[in-house]
């Protein structure tokens, strides 16, 4: 049984407390708590207290530090149960106060995986060209289990997916690239792939896009890569030359006729 004998607030926080204890003739510092927790265990100088009721007050401390720790790390902005959990963690909180705090959060509703996750989809629709399939991969690495995923992502309509994919052509798209069209709508493609859009809405978000380039812009692109494949090649002659002119150019998606029309013709020759 230990004896309180003296207790002050502390001098670079007021809201907390050191408690000190008579041990033998002496007084020694015993342990800081918060003030909810001086009030809530009724904490007085010359109160007994004994070692299970000592370790309740610390525990009881604990977990106000850990909660409080969890109001900061939510005040930047909003956080999943897995992402306080994790914070926690690193904290080195132990697993039984992380429990009670995402339980008192929970009541106060300042965490919601469905809330938090049906923000995050509304946020990545109207900032990003961030398909479905990404987002999905996104709140998964966040914690958010599938069912709150999959209601929130049903908020992404197919008309929705269509117009960010529309979009998102038309602003990559270039007619005057130094590319064949074939291979500028590949490389789109792709990147809305990898954006998480399914091929569905990429094959129908290029119909409506109405993207093209001109027989003049194709030409002038072709041009340019046939004058770089020329100087890689022009040690080579005859069929040998113009075989490996022609592979270069398929693998870059231009059309055989306008490559046969480059070759055949006098551009190339004064190079």
């Known amino acids: 049984m230990a004896v309180i004998t003296r207790i002050s607030a502390q001098q670079k926080n007021d809201e907390r407390f050191n408690v000190f204890i008579q041990k033998g003739k002496k007084e020694e510092f ?4 918060d003030a909810d927790v001086l009030i809530k265990f009724q904490l007085q100088k010359g109160m007994e207290i004994d070692e299970d009721e000592w370790q309740e007050i610390i525990e009881e401390d604990e977990y106000r530090k850990a909660f409080n720790k969890a109001l900061h790390f939510l005040s930047y902005r909003m956080r999943t149960v897995h992402e306080i959990e994790a914070y926690l963690e690193k904290k080195e909180v132990t697993e039984s106060t992380i429990k009670r705090v995402i339980e008192k959060l929970s009541e106060y509703d300042f965490v919601n995986d469905k809330t938090f996750a049906d923000s995050f989809v ?3 629709m109207n900032t990003s060209f961030k398909g479905p399939g990404a987002i999905r991969q996104e709140l998964k690495k966040k914690g958010v289990g599938e069912s709150d995923t999959q209601e929130a992502l049903d908020q992404f309509t197919y008309e929705e997916q269509l117009e960010a994919s529309v979009k998102f052509i038309q602003k990559q798209f270039r007619s005057t690239a130094k590319r064949s069209e ?23 978000a290029f119909q ?13 692109a072709l041009l340019v890569h046939a ?7 022009k040690k080579y002659t005859g069929y040998e030359y113009e075989s490996r002119m022609k592979r270069f150019l398929y693998s870059k998606g231009f059309d055989s006729s306008v490559i046969s029309e480059v070759l055949n013709g006098d551009e190339l020759n004064d190079l």
């Open 122 to 124: 509304k946020t990545r």
């Open 30 to 33: 015993a342990f800081s708590v």
């Open 227 to 233: 004058k770089k494949a020329h100087q890689k090649y």
């Open 182 to 204: 074939k291979e500028q709508k590949q490389k789109i493609a792709q990147q809305l792939q990898q954006k998480g859009f399914n091929w569905e809405v990429i094959e129908m």
């Open 208 to 220: 409506e896009a109405k993207i093209s380039q001109s027989p003049e812009e194709e030409k002038e």
